[in-house]
């Protein structure tokens, strides 16, 4: 523990310094009152203050963390919210406080900015000497800091202010798969494990799996998919969502964009993904695959149908095996898996390598710039941020022999119970030491410290738990993986790269063609699905198509194809 070494190493400094003590009184032959006088003094405590745009949280930090501080750096924080009277005090008195939160779009960090009450991260070589992980390991956050600075100072200065924070390590660290491709495993089994390699492929299988079983929990029919219709804009919601999950492409405007290539497909493309996905359906729907409700219904409606076993398979996790799973299916050996189909390539959204939602910065009127920026550059590193997260080192967490990490049992009663008592020195429970500071990495950005692994806790190897069912172990065994994340990180699937892209605002005019393009679209695209033959389906999609050209199709894809243009120009600039 690293309190018990502390107190030694105190212990062994004091009698070292009697030791010198007692040399000195013997050669000059003074007394000891004098010499006692002189005894250094305790360092008081440091300490500074927080300003956070967000969160609610107003006074001293408590518990492990504060533990930790005092420790390690010989401070406390005193965090209070922006809202509060005392923000508007300080800032007349230009005195914002040590270390600063900011919401990444604010107004307000601009205007303190333009107010010339942000430390200047390179004046006196603040980052050089006291934040050199963040100089070595976060080079993006700091180039798009000085972009931001560039921005709102409109090219006067690219100064150095601060950090965002959630970032990603590279290129390829990003967030959990959801397009997981869940499907009723013990049906799969039933059926013989048959090879899927393609679409075509899973439509039989699906075809078999409503065969196999036809009814629901409450005796009702079941379907290979149900669908809702509440989040659709332009295109259907979930027809362009199954190119995502079969493609890798990602929406963007009116159309589908491959962040591997850089083209962007528009909606109405002729054996463009869209159209592909919507004949798909229309297939399912055709085959009686498909619940006739999915036009008229909501999510909310079609999850209940879910979770009643009305469907053999879903595209996304939360509408398949985290609705399923329940313990009565559970029970009975039914469950739901991941099993995409071999050519499925699922994008999965990658982490932003120069941060986002939060800007972390110091204040000009700081006493203690250094002593901020070694807080901050702690925070930068594995052990900063694995501690922030879990508690202290050792106690709650660790890496074993093999360069994987792993909670102790401490930590993982923490985790379980967060009302859990540390002790071992550290005072109160683990929430009431939580961190009041937004972390720098993201949750799911990559431990260089490790053999692959995450600082999420809950992909570890160490926290992948044992097949707690029958149906589970098969899957595991029949796959060769642990653990769903596992499967799909090591089969094919496509990474979309973490920028600062978002789509910009359309022109009036655009606006109102938008509207009427995409109420076409949609309207009809579901026309299209619910066709009674191959001949109607290709008649409606003829008509969608002239429709949605003649009212503003085309101007729709410019803009489109512009703001593809836009994300490509910034996922080129990644430094990977």
Same mark, same amino acid.
């Given at each position: !523990?690293?309190k018990?070494?502390m107190?030694? !190493?105190? %212990?062994v400094?004091?009698?070292? &310094?009697m030791?010198?003590?007692?040399t000195?009184?013997?050669?000059?032959g003074?007394s000891d009152?004098?010499?006692?006088a002189?005894k250094?003094?305790?360092k008081?405590i440091?300490?500074?203050?927080? =300003?956070?745009?967000f969160?609610s949280?107003?006074g $001293?930090q408590?518990?492990?963390?504060?533990?930790?501080?005092?420790?390690k750096?010989?401070v406390k924080?005193?965090i209070?919210?922006f809202? &509060?009277d005392?923000?508007?005090?300080?800032l007349?008195e230009k005195d914002?406080g040590?270390?600063?939160?900011?919401?990444e779009?604010?107004?307000i960090?601009s205007?303190i900015?333009?107010?010339?009450?942000?430390?200047?991260?390179?004046?006196?070589?603040?980052?050089e000497?006291?934040g050199p @992980?963040i100089?070595?390991h976060m080079?993006?956050a700091?180039?798009k800091?000085q972009?931001?600075t560039?921005?709102i100072t409109?090219g006067?200065s690219d100064?150095l202010?601060?950090?965002s924070?959630?970032?990603g390590?590279?290129?390829?660290d990003h967030?959990?798969?959801f397009y997981?491709w869940d499907?009723r495993w013990?049906?799969?089994k039933?059926?013989?494990?048959p090879?899927?390699?393609n679409?075509?492929d899973?439509e039989k299988l699906l075809?078999?799996m $409503?065969?196999?079983?036809?009814?629901d929990d %409450?005796?009702?029919?079941? +379907?290979?998919s149900?669908?809702w219709?509440?989040?659709d804009?332009?295109?259907?919601f979930y027809v362009?969502?199954?190119a %995502?999950a079969? @493609?890798?492409?990602?929406?963007?405007g009116?159309g !589908? @964009?491959?962040s591997?290539?850089?083209t962007?497909?528009?909606?109405?493309?002729?054996?463009?993904?869209?159209?592909?996905m919507?004949k798909?359906?229309?297939?399912?729907?055709q085959d009686?695959?498909?619940?006739?409700?999915s036009?008229?219904?909501? @999510?909310e409606?079609?999850?209940?149908k879910?979770?009643d076993g009305?469907?053999?398979f879903s595209?996304?996790n939360y509408?398949?095996s985290m609705?399923?799973n329940?313990q009565?299916?559970?029970r009975?050996?039914?469950m739901?898996q991941? !099993?995409?189909?071999g050519?499925a390539?699922?994008?999965?959204?990658?982490l932003?390598?120069?941060g986002?939602s939060?800007?972390?910065c110091?204040?000009?009127a700081s006493?203690?710039p250094e002593?901020?920026m070694?807080l901050?550059?702690?925070m930068?590193?594995?052990?900063g941020?694995?501690?922030?997260?879990y508690?202290?080192?050792?106690l709650?967490?660790k890496?074993?022999d093999?360069k994987?990490?792993?909670?102790t049992?401490l930590?993982?009663?923490?985790?379980e119970?967060i009302r /859990?008592e540390?002790g071992n020195?550290?005072q109160g429970?683990?929430?009431?030491? /939580?961190p009041?500071?937004?972390?720098?990495?993201?949750?799911?950005?990559s431990?260089?410290?490790?053999?692959?692994? /995450?600082?999420?806790?809950?992909c570890w190897?160490?926290?992948?738990s044992?097949?707690?069912t029958k149906?589970?172990?098969?899957?595991?065994?029949?796959?060769?993986?642990r653990?769903?994340e596992?499967?799909l990180?090591?089969?094919?699937?496509?990474?979309s790269?973490? /920028?600062? =892209?978002?789509?910009g605002?359309?022109p009036r005019q655009?606006?109102k063609l938008?509207e009427r393009?995409?109420k076409?679209m949609?309207?009809q695209?579901?026309d299209a699905?619910?066709?009674k %033959?191959?001949?109607?389906?290709?008649?409606? $999609?003829s008509?969608m198509i002239?429709k949605?050209?003649?009212i503003g +199709?085309k101007?729709?894809?410019?803009?489109s194809k512009?703001?593809?243009a836009?994300?490509r120009t910034l996922e080129?600039?990644?430094?990977?």
């Amino acid at each position: !523990m690293k309190k018990i070494k502390m107190k030694k !190493m105190v %212990s062994v400094l004091l009698i070292s &310094s009697m030791a010198l003590g007692l040399t000195s009184l013997s050669g000059c032959g003074r007394s000891d009152g004098n010499n006692s006088a002189k005894k250094e003094k305790k360092k008081e405590i440091i300490t500074l203050d927080v =300003f956070c745009e967000f969160g609610s949280f107003h006074g $001293v930090q408590e518990g492990w963390m504060a533990d930790i501080l005092k420790e390690k750096f010989n401070v406390k924080l005193n965090i209070t919210p922006f809202f &509060s009277d005392e923000y508007e005090k300080r800032l007349k008195e230009k005195d914002l406080g040590d270390i600063l939160l900011f919401q990444e779009s604010s107004t307000i960090y601009s205007e303190i900015l333009k107010k010339g009450l942000l430390y200047d991260w390179n004046h006196d070589d603040l980052l050089e000497k006291h934040g050199p @992980y963040i100089k070595d390991h976060m080079g993006n956050a700091l180039k798009k800091n000085q972009k931001l600075t560039a921005a709102i100072t409109d090219g006067s200065s690219d100064k150095l202010y601060g950090i965002s924070c959630y970032m990603g390590a590279s290129a390829k660290d990003h967030q959990p798969f959801f397009y997981t491709w869940d499907l009723r495993w013990d049906l799969y089994k039933q059926l013989g494990y048959p090879k899927i390699d393609n679409l075509e492929d899973y439509e039989k299988l699906l075809k078999d799996m $409503v065969k196999a079983c036809p009814k629901d929990d %409450s005796g009702n029919k079941a +379907y290979a998919s149900i669908l809702w219709s509440d989040w659709d804009e332009s295109m259907i919601f979930y027809v362009k969502a199954m190119a %995502s999950a079969y @493609y890798g492409f990602d929406e963007l405007g009116m159309g !589908m @964009y491959d962040s591997k290539t850089g083209t962007w497909h528009g909606a109405l493309d002729k054996d463009g993904p869209y159209l592909q996905m919507l004949k798909f359906y229309h297939k399912l729907y055709q085959d009686g695959l498909l619940d006739p409700d999915s036009r008229k219904q909501g @999510y909310e409606e079609a999850i209940k149908k879910i979770e009643d076993g009305g469907a053999m398979f879903s595209i996304f996790n939360y509408s398949g095996s985290m609705a399923y799973n329940e313990q009565k299916h559970v029970r009975e050996g039914k469950m739901m898996q991941a !099993m995409k189909p071999g050519q499925a390539s699922p994008i999965v959204y990658g982490l932003n390598m120069g941060g986002h939602s939060s800007i972390l910065c110091v204040g000009t009127a700081s006493k203690y710039p250094e002593k901020c920026m070694e807080l901050i550059n702690w925070m930068a590193t594995p052990e900063g941020c694995l501690t922030m997260n879990y508690g202290p080192k050792e106690l709650c967490w660790k890496y074993n022999d093999q360069k994987k990490t792993e909670l102790t049992e401490l930590g993982k009663k923490c985790k379980e119970n967060i009302r /859990t008592e540390l002790g071992n020195g550290y005072q109160g429970t683990f929430v009431e030491g /939580t961190p009041q500071i937004a972390p720098l990495w993201h949750n799911d950005a990559s431990n260089p410290e490790t053999d692959g692994e /995450t600082y999420n806790y809950e992909c570890w190897e160490s926290s992948i738990s044992k097949p707690k069912t029958k149906v589970e172990k098969d899957w595991q065994e029949k796959t060769g993986f642990r653990s769903v994340e596992d499967y799909l990180e090591k089969g094919e699937h496509t990474v979309s790269p973490g /920028t600062d =892209f978002d789509l910009g605002e359309k022109p009036r005019q655009l606006k109102k063609l938008w509207e009427r393009v995409g109420k076409v679209m949609a309207e009809q695209s579901w026309d299209a699905i619910y066709a009674k %033959s191959d001949a109607e389906y290709d008649r409606i $999609v003829s008509e969608m198509i002239e429709k949605c050209k003649k009212i503003g +199709y085309k101007d729709c894809a410019k803009w489109s194809k512009k703001e593809a243009a836009k994300r490509r120009t910034l996922e080129d600039a990644l430094v990977k």
